[in-house]
């Protein structure tokens, strides 16, 4: 069972028996899309709490999926159980980063940077790069993702845009405080 498949179990099994059930299904037929939704609305209907861990997670699957901007407004009404994490959800608090420097500088160049999920330790953190359309709404898709520094102002890392879980492991990985 690959990593993924082992963090959706985990996830589903956050609900009661059969729902959990449902939501383990949908990853075994490849119907992510759905098991999302059947997640999500179970946390939120059996209000169940939730670590910051798993927010942070179901929302990398929502992007990996594409249901990132359906499910965030959900996502972050989910109960927190308190349970201190070191990564946590930044989704939604409205910032951008116009233009950030280092190793991607000239990849990044005419596009936004949107804080998605930090690092309470060290301070670092995962970004979406979009590129803003004509009409001024940022890309439904994401063209990088990004590590930066804690002031959002250095790229420390850059992703291609299908690498979401990947990004994501790089920054549950780089923060220099053990754990």
């Excluded at 000239?106 to 998605?116: C, E, F, K, M, T």
């Excluded at 990088?144 to 549950?172: C, E, G, K, M, W």
């Amino acid at each position: 069972m690959t990593d993924d498949a082992v963090i959706w179990n985990r996830l589903a099994a956050l609900l009661p028996e059969a729902e959990a059930q449902e939501v383990k299904d949908c990853w075994d037929i490849g119907e992510q899309e759905a098991g999302l939704g059947l997640l999500v609305s179970g946390i939120l209907g059996h209000q169940v709490p939730i670590s910051e861990m798993a927010r942070a997670q179901i929302s990398v699957f929502a992007e990996t999926w594409g249901e990132r901007e359906t499910l965030t407004p959900q996502i972050l009404q989910c109960r927190d159980d308190g349970t201190p994490d070191h990564l946590k959800l930044i989704e939604g608090d409205g910032s951008t980063v116009p233009e950030a420097t280092g190793v991607a500088e000239q990849d990044l160049a005419g596009l936004v940077l949107v804080p998605w999920i930090t690092c309470t330790r060290c301070g670092q953190v995962l970004m979406r790069a979009h590129a803003r359309e004509s009409w001024g709404d940022l890309s439904y898709l994401a063209r990088h993702y990004v590590i930066t520094t804690q002031n959002r102002a250095i790229v420390l890392r850059l992703f291609p845009a299908d690498s979401a879980n990947v990004a994501f492991a790089a920054l549950q990985h780089a923060c220099s405080y053990a754990p």
